[in-house]
């Protein structure tokens, strides 16, 4: 049995271990990130029109992304992806674009979350990567 004495130090104890602040956790789970872009932006499958977006994961593995308007009303899609890495974390929200020919749309490649190193990776179709890098339609023959 527990003296009088040990008791009471163990409840002071709990009561002080319940009054130590602990850090807010700010980073949500799904890594919801809101993007502006100035102009048209391509993504596989759809081309967004110029606006604020909400980019988020959906599954646990974060490997499949949903992209939404900004108030998370209107869906614009969910993107299969696939890990891309780089050498420091980024210390804000950065989207990378990649390279398309005159007139195309910005076509996004990748994006990563405040200072993580590792992001998604955008898998665009044969034909919609092809027409964003050329101009053109592969023809058929």
Known sequence: MLSKKVFGLMCAVAVFASL????AVAEPADK???FTFNQPVALPGVTL???QYLFRFVDDGHKV???LSADGKQAYGMFLT???DRFEPASKPEVRFMETAHGMPAA???WWYPGERIGPEFMFPAEQAYRLTHGVSRVQG
């Open 32 to 34: 919801r990130t809101l």
């Open 65 to 67: 992304v949903q992209v």
């Open 108 to 110: 996004l490649k990748a």
């Open 82 to 84: 696939l890990s891309t």
């Open 20 to 23: 130590i602040p602990t850090p």
């Open 49 to 51: 029109p110029a606006g």
